[in-house]
């Protein structure tokens, strides 16, 4: 007895099945039809290859040689049936594919019969990619390669991260990028850029100073600071002393540092150049055989100044 309890199955694909008894020499026989390559040809159970038949008219099939008295041949004819998109839906693992032996492909993506890509293994580990072009996956070493999928060796200094017209966006790095080379003297770990508020002293106090104009920009990169700012003064105020600037972004690491720019409404100066300490920058007036700091008495009360200069940092 033959039958289904409960929803019968649709099945891919169906078939029909024509079996002769040959007469010596017959090479033609009339099938109850079929699709072109959909079917398979036995001849005395034996499985027939394309080039031992024609079965092209979708009835007939010929042999390339006649067959002996009482040989039986036997046609099985499928219906023909295309592979269609489908989800798959499973809370676990939805696909295992497991190459067993050596390294290679285990996944091959074909566009028109043409190889596009592979997924696969080497060294008992993934990696992704086409032809020469790929990433590696090592977790021993927390790392993704650049990677030859067709080699299953590593690249180095060979692959590209986008590329002129087609460019990755940002990059965010909580740690440092080596430029150049591989040392310690080739990574960069620290760029910045910001504003900061600049502030004047005289004495080290600010007592009755305003400002009308008041800006300070900065960039770092790596230990090295570049900064500007602009000052002007609509009151210096009550504080006597050695004049100061201060609120610089970062504590400079020495008392030596090169000169800054400078340019500025004073009064009573001459040549007047800035030396910047961890205390911070002071002005000098380095008239011939005078070297002495400026002072709250060299200031104007709309006094202005533009600054810029370099140091380092730690």
Not at 117 to 140: K, N, P
Not at 142 to 166: E, K, M, V
Not at 265 to 289: A, H, I, M, P, W
């Amino acid at each position: 007895m033959s039958g289904y309890i409960g929803t019968q199955p649709v099945p891919q694909a169906t078939q029909t099945r024509d079996s002769f008894t040959c007469t010596a020499g017959q090479t033609s026989f009339a099938t109850s039809g079929y699709t072109p390559n959909f079917l398979d040809v036995y001849l005395n159970g034996v499985k027939l290859t394309a080039t031992d038949y024609t079965a092209s008219n979708g009835s007939d099939v010929v042999l390339a040689s006649g067959a002996a008295l009482d040989d039986i041949l036997e046609v099985v004819a499928y219906t023909s049936f295309e592979v269609v998109t489908d989800t798959v839906t499973n809370a676990g693992t939805v696909l295992n594919l497991d190459r067993t032996g050596s390294d290679g492909t285990i996944l091959d993506l074909k566009k028109d019969g043409t190889t596009v890509g592979s997924i696969g293994a080497g060294g008992g580990r993934l990696y992704i990619g086409s032809a020469d072009t790929g990433v590696y996956f090592d977790e021993g070493v927390d790392s993704i390669f650049p990677y030859n999928p067709t080699t299953q060796q590593t690249r180095d200094n060979a692959i590209d991260l986008g590329y002129s017209s087609i460019r990755y966006k940002d990059l965010y790095l909580s740690g440092g990028v080596y430029l150049g080379g591989t040392g310690s003297a080739n990574k960069l770990d620290d760029y910045e850029e910001g504003t900061w508020t600049p502030v004047i002293r005289f004495g080290g106090n600010s007592v009755g100073v305003s400002y009308s104009v008041r800006n300070g920009r900065y960039t770092k990169i790596g230990r090295i600071v570049t900064y500007y700012f602009d000052i002007s003064l609509s009151a210096r105020g009550t504080s006597t002393g050695n004049l100061d600037f201060v609120g610089f972004p970062f504590v400079p690491t020495n008392t030596a540092n090169p000169p800054s720019i400078l340019t500025g409404s004073l009064s009573s100066t001459n040549d007047v150049q800035g030396y910047l300490t961890s205390s911070g920058l002071f002005l000098e007036n380095r008239n011939t055989g005078t070297q002495s700091n400026l002072t709250h008495n060299n200031v104007n009360s709309n006094s202005t100044f533009y600054i810029v200069g370099v140091y380092e940092t730690s």
